[in-house]
């Protein structure tokens, strides 16, 4: 199964950026990556999904100042013009032969 | 608005049984696979289940296997979660979740694309 590795906890502040990083293990280095977020007592909701070339999905509604991107096994969150409201756990997951994955999660300090 | 909303949470014993229900709005079930994920508290997220769209197709995870069951009932437009055997290890927030998918030449790639609210389960004497 893909282990994925994300930083415990990032902090920026209020209309600077941020990437976040979950890193896939070496085997599973081409695999896709979706990011969520979850905000403070709510339930998780999906952001986007980042493919190895750097391609990335997101999902309806979500604001443009969410953008993903790859480099290798890493795959990118970057949140431009940080808001109140983006502090938050992000989680990245990743799904292999009907089993799924999360990573431990990074919590962003705006 | 596309959402999910789960219920049959509460307290039970270890040992204990207790079935969730998931049921959509603004689309149809049947259409979806779909999963479950739990949180205990103060942790992250830990995928429990997958169900496929017909029903025909189940796994679970190592940590529920043989006490979790997942089921669907199509004409009923819902998800169920029959939890047996429960110990204090599985008390979380579960969360039902539907399930996306894209596919290539030779691949495919499934993802968790709307979450709903959650409902709490509490094992504990």
């Known amino acids: 199964q893909p282990v994925l590795t994300q930083s415990s906890s990032a902090s920026a502040s209020l209309g600077s950026s941020v990437k976040l990083t979950c890193t896939l293990s070496?085997?599973?280095?081409?695999?896709?990556v979706t990011w969520h977020q979850q905000q403070p007592g709510k339930a998780p909701r999906y952001l986007m999904r980042?493919?190895?070339?750097?391609?990335?999905h997101r999902g309806s509604g979500v604001p443009d100042r969410f953008s993903g991107s790859a480099s290798g096994a890493d795959r990118y969150l970057t949140i431009s013009n940080l808001q109140s409201d983006d502090e938050a756990d992000y989680y990245c997951?990743?799904?292999?032969?009907?089993?799924?994955?999360f990573g431990g999660g990074t919590k962003l300090t705006v | 608005e596309v959402q999910l909303l789960e219920s049959g949470g509460g307290l039970v014993q270890p040992g204990g049984s207790l079935r969730l229900s998931c049921a959509p709005s603004?689309?149809?079930?049947?259409?979806?696979?779909m999963n479950w994920v739990r949180q205990a508290p103060g942790k992250g997220l830990e995928w429990v289940s997958f169900?496929?769209?017909?029903?025909?197709?189940?796994y679970v995870a190592d940590s529920v296997k043989g006490r979790f069951t997942i089921s669907r009932d199509n004409a009923k437009n819902s998800l169920y979660l029959q939890m047996n055997s429960l110990g204090v290890e599985d008390t979380a927030v579960y969360y039902c979740?539907?399930?996306?998918?894209?596919?290539?030449?030779?691949?495919?790639?499934?993802?968790?694309?709307?979450w709903g609210k959650g409902t709490t389960v509490t094992v504990s004497s």
């Open positions: 979740t539907r399930v996306g998918s894209m596919s290539g030449r030779g691949w495919s790639y499934y993802y968790m694309d709307v």
């Open positions: 603004e689309f149809v079930l049947s259409n979806y696979e």
């Open positions: 169900i496929s769209s017909s029903g025909r197709s189940t």
């Open positions: 070496s085997r599973h280095s081409r695999y896709i």
């Open positions: 980042v493919e190895y070339n750097g391609i990335y």
């Open positions: 997951e990743t799904w292999d032969n009907n089993y799924w994955v």
